[in-house]
């Protein structure tokens, strides 16, 4: 997909970074398209070697507060997701706006889809939530974005991270419901529940879980570049995008249970309002443009006002 923060390199850097990276020759390579903010390539080295490396929006791209210098938060995700048994590619080299990491076997599941049985999906899901139970025991010391905005508590950071989004969309033109600090504010309360920060992807949508769908097994992670230290229950909307974690049982089951209080679910709302907030802005800086990015706000703005009206279903 196109976008403004796809920075584009010519053949001559791309090899000069193989070499810096791997210390061989590159032979093959080509762009990986699916993604819509960094620039990714699937390079191959004169000595068999498959890797991907991915490359930050050029010095000087608008972008939204939350994405500035993400590349570092995802290296540092990566380290720790992997030392915590977490299935990720092993980070390779990193440098200023630059990424290299092993290249993951089999596909992301949103490609697979067609191809798994309903047995394997149920096995697959099971094994993710385990997976992203472990992802849930990494601590960390406050809350927040690594790179800001954040604070000392949870309700603190989150609020300041919803502001940050709100003060985005004025600066790209991007028109939103009136009102929204104030309803963030008033429910901010159920917040003050989570006291320990943890690890969280945010982007555990089908295109980040690369699986194999004949063992069935999940191969790995992608993509932590969103992550940030808080309440492990942000993670359930991506792993329902647009659906409702309770209606995912072999996940909770392979996750350990989770009892959805009426305040837990008011927390996920807050974490889809959130998202969705960001969905609708994020498309501005990146030049979205076209038919089809149209189509894809309106939706995005449908299950917004759902969930702002209190039916999370939307239309």
Not at 182 to 208: I, K, M, Y
Request: contains cysteine; hydrophobic residues 40%; aromatic residues 8%.
């Amino acid at each position: 997909m196109h976008s403004e923060t796809k920075r584009k390199l010519t053949e001559s850097e791309l090899s000069s970074i193989t070499r810096r990276a791997t210390g061989a020759g590159l032979v093959e390579h080509f762009e990986l398209t699916d993604g819509m903010f960094n620039a990714a390539h699937r390079l191959t080295t004169d000595d068999g070697r498959v890797v991907v490396l991915k490359v930050a929006p050029p010095p000087g791209t608008p972008l939204m507060t939350y994405e500035r210098d993400i590349m570092r938060t995802e290296a540092m995700a990566f380290r720790l997701m992997g030392e915590h048994g977490v299935p990720v590619p092993e980070v390779l080299h990193v440098e200023d706006g630059l990424l290299v990491m092993s290249c993951l076997d089999g596909g992301s599941w949103a490609s697979l889809e067609q191809r798994i049985t309903p047995g394997a999906r149920a096995a697959l899901r099971r094994e993710l939530g385990g997976i992203v139970a472990r992802l849930h025991r990494i601590g960390g010391d406050s809350f927040g974005y690594p790179q800001g905005p954040g604070g000392d508590t949870w309700r603190g950071a989150f609020l300041a991270m919803a502001a940050s989004v709100l003060a985005d969309a004025e600066v790209f033109g991007v028109g939103l419901p009136e009102g929204l600090s104030d309803w963030f504010q008033d429910r901010s309360a159920v917040l003050d529940e989570v006291t320990t920060p943890v690890l969280v992807h945010f982007d555990l949508w089908p295109g980040n879980i690369f699986v194999d769908p004949a063992t069935p097994e999940v191969v790995g992670i992608i993509d932590p570049e969103r992550a940030f230290w808080g309440d492990p229950l942000a993670d359930f909307v991506s792993l329902a995008l647009f659906g409702d974690i309770e209606d995912e049982p072999d996940f909770l089951a392979g996750y350990g249970g989770m009892d959805m209080t009426p305040s837990r679910r008011e927390r996920v709302r807050l974490y889809r309002v959130y998202l969705y907030l960001i969905m609708i802005v994020e498309g501005a800086p990146r030049g979205f443009v076209g038919a089809e990015h149209e189509e894809s706000r309106r939706f995005y703005r449908g299950k917004l006002a759902a969930d702002l009206a209190g039916d999370p279903a939307g239309e």
